[in-house]
Every structure is written in C-alpha cells, then in structure tokens.
C-alpha cells in the first residue's frame, strides 16, 4: 500500500513567508509526527498528534510553528515569517499505534525548506 | 528536560566485525528508547526499539540492551556488512514528551 507521502518535496521561500508543508500518513495510522533535520545535523523532534490532538506541543521551536492534522488523516506543519535558521528537511512520520506503545513508525521522503 | 548523548560521533570497523554505539540519557522518567539508521541521502528508518520494561532486544544481527539504573543503552550490531554503514540516532522519550535524539554515529564498514 501507499506509503507517508510529503508535499512539496522543495519548498524555497524568502524570508518573512508562511509556508505550509502537508504530511499524508499511511491510512489507519492514528500517531504522526513532525522532525527537523537541518543539514549534516541529527533529528529534532517537533511535535507528534495522537488522533487529531497533540498532546505535547512544547517540541515546536518557537510560536511561529504550529501544526494540526485533521480527521486522523493529513496534517499541516505551518511556519510563519520564516527565517533562514528554518531551513531544514521536515520530516513525516506515522504508526499504527504510537511508537512507545507498540507501533512501527514509517517515515515520509520530506520537504527540504530553503529560506532565502 | 532530556539530554541525550551518543558516542562515538564516529566508527568504522571490519566488515564481519562488530559494533557498538553507546547513548546516556538523563531524565530517569524517560521509558521509550528507539534507534534510527539514516543512509546517506535517505530519511530515517527505525531498526529496533526498547521499552523500560525489559533489558534486552534482539532482532537477528542488531540488538539493543538498557540499563536504567545507570541510564544508558547501547546498539550492538554483529557481523556487519558494507549496507550498514549509516548514521545512527538513538533517542529517549517519556510517553512522546521529551522526546530527545542523540547526535548521531557515523558508522563505516569497511569491505
């Protein structure tokens, strides 16, 4: 079956923009997460949603990220006014169940931001 | 909140031989402990996980032991081939809350 899809693959945005990166899980998948990857650097976890909820939103880097998912399905990771420190892989993620309670997380290609 | 570290940043061993990435962690309420591998131009992609309820996984070469009481665990992974040459992230995690990755091993098996 269909894999995590991400959209777009490249987003490239100037400074002061609001981009919006879409995460379409695998179907069924009730937990999805959001990671970072800035270039050559580790992971960075974000935010993750149980259901439609998120119940831990302190991951975000700063108020100008924010994130929803809607009907147990796609979810929006939105950056507004972005800066060039935002430039970065963001990655998708989903499983069945949440990870630390069984489930097996697959990971989407990600969306590669570059702020100009 | 959690800190994770990882060690060593990098490894290369002999192909057939085997390897170990050590991660310390800090926060003792932390209960979830994945690993990722991450090739080289690819996403991450989990390869064996561990819950604070047991002191050892295996999964056919790679297997993964924790000590909580010291706070660490480590990925052993036997009789390597030049396909496992990636980097590897462990992490550590309460339930989804802090959720903290480790720096990261740059591991080269060498034919």
């Known amino acids: 079956g269909a894999g995590v899809s991400q959209s777009p693959s490249n987003k490239v945005t100037e400074k002061g923009k609001d981009v919006e990166l879409r995460c379409d899980p695998i179907?069924?998948?009730?937990?999805l997460y959001w990671y970072r990857q800035r270039l050559g650097q580790g992971l960075e976890f974000l935010i993750y949603?149980?259901?439609?909820?998120?119940?831990?939103k302190s991951g975000l880097p700063s108020d100008r990220f924010s994130a929803e998912r809607t009907g147990e399905s796609v979810s929006t990771l939105t950056i507004q006014r972005t800066q060039q420190e935002d430039s970065a892989v963001y990655l998708c993620?989903?499983?069945?169940?949440?990870?630390?309670?069984?489930?097996?997380?697959?990971f989407g290609p990600g969306t590669r931001l570059t702020v100009l | 909140g959690e800190n994770v570290e990882q060690h060593p940043s990098t490894l290369s061993v002999q192909e057939g031989d085997s390897a170990v990435i050590k991660c310390t962690y800090s926060?003792?309420?932390?209960?979830?402990f994945p690993w990722y591998k991450q090739e080289l131009g690819k996403g991450p992609q989990l390869i064996i996980d561990?819950?604070?309820?047991?002191g050892e996984k295996k999964d056919q070469r790679i297997a993964v032991t924790l000590n909580k009481t010291a706070k660490h665990f480590s990925l052993h992974i036997t009789e390597t081939q030049p396909e496992d040459s990636a980097v590897y992230f462990c992490?550590?995690?309460?339930?989804?809350?802090?959720?903290?990755f480790g720096p990261g091993t740059r591991l080269s098996v060498l034919p």
């Open positions: 993620a989903s499983s069945l169940v949440s990870a630390w309670s069984g489930g097996e997380q697959f």
């Open positions: 992490a550590a995690t309460n339930y989804g809350q802090n959720f903290v």
């Open positions: 179907s069924g998948h009730t937990a």
């Open positions: 926060d003792s309420a932390s209960n979830y």
């Open positions: 561990i819950r604070s309820n047991v």
């Open positions: 949603f149980q259901g439609n909820s998120a119940p831990d």
